[in-house]
């Protein structure tokens, strides 16, 4: 009996059969259910980074260049290694502690020192050299130097004592140095002038004897 071939198996014949058909791609396809980098994170769950542990939702944002916690923001002022910047209007490299911005980067005119106690005069912030017995604390350290008034007359020598404020009117100092014996409080300018061999008001000389 002759051997004959159905249609189908002629077909797979002319065809070339099996060994033609393309090969099965059996490569993983990625769902975004994979945490290559081992820290819990899948990029379906939004991890940005799936190469670097250190890098999900969740982790402080810090100030490197880079999105740390995957919220599409890079370097945000809120960073947990933000610095703290002031505006500094005098230019005197000292800036005004009200104005504060907290940033990665500083704005401009800003400056991360915030000890300026008058940011609108150049020749006071802190480190200034203190004008005695002015009423400004060019040093913005609260206080002034004032004159030492030793016998508490109102009047003082030229040696300078520190004050925990600026009126120069607490007893032992003066604003001014004038006194020309600071052992005696009744010896000052303005002082009655007796007749009595000393200089009482500080004039230069005694009053003359009569």
């Known amino acids: 009996m002759p051997f004959a071939l159905t249609s189908a198996a002629l077909l797979t014949l002319l065809l070339g ?32 980074d799936d190469t670097d542990p250190s890098i999900h939702p969740g982790v402080d944002e810090r100030c490197n260049g880079r999105d740390d916690d995957c919220d599409g923001s890079v370097d945000e002022d809120d960073a947990v290694d933000a610095t703290a910047w002031y505006a ?45 017995a002015d009423g400004v604390d060019q040093d913005c350290d609260g206080g002034e130097l004032c004159y030492q008034d030793t016998d508490w007359d109102g009047y003082g020598t030229s040696v300078t004592v520190a004050s925990p404020d600026l009126d120069c009117a607490d007893p032992g100092e003066a604003q001014f140095y004038t006194d020309c014996d600071d052992g005696d409080a009744l010896v000052h300018p303005g002082a009655a002038e007796d007749c009595n061999g000393r200089d009482d008001d500080c004039s230069g000389g005694p009053a003359p004897e009569e």
């Open 17 to 48: 059969g099996c060994d033609d058909e393309p090969p099965v791609d059996d490569t993983p396809v990625d769902t975004g259910l994979s945490d290559a980098d081992g820290d819990s994170w899948t990029v379906a769950g939004g991890d940005c």
């Open 88 to 132: 500094d209007a005098d230019g005197d490299e000292y800036g005004d502690p009200a104005t504060l911005s907290v940033g990665c980067t500083s704005p401009e005119a800003y400056i991360a020192d915030g000890t300026d106690c008058d940011d609108a005069d150049p020749s006071i912030h802190p480190g200034a050299e203190e004008v005695v």
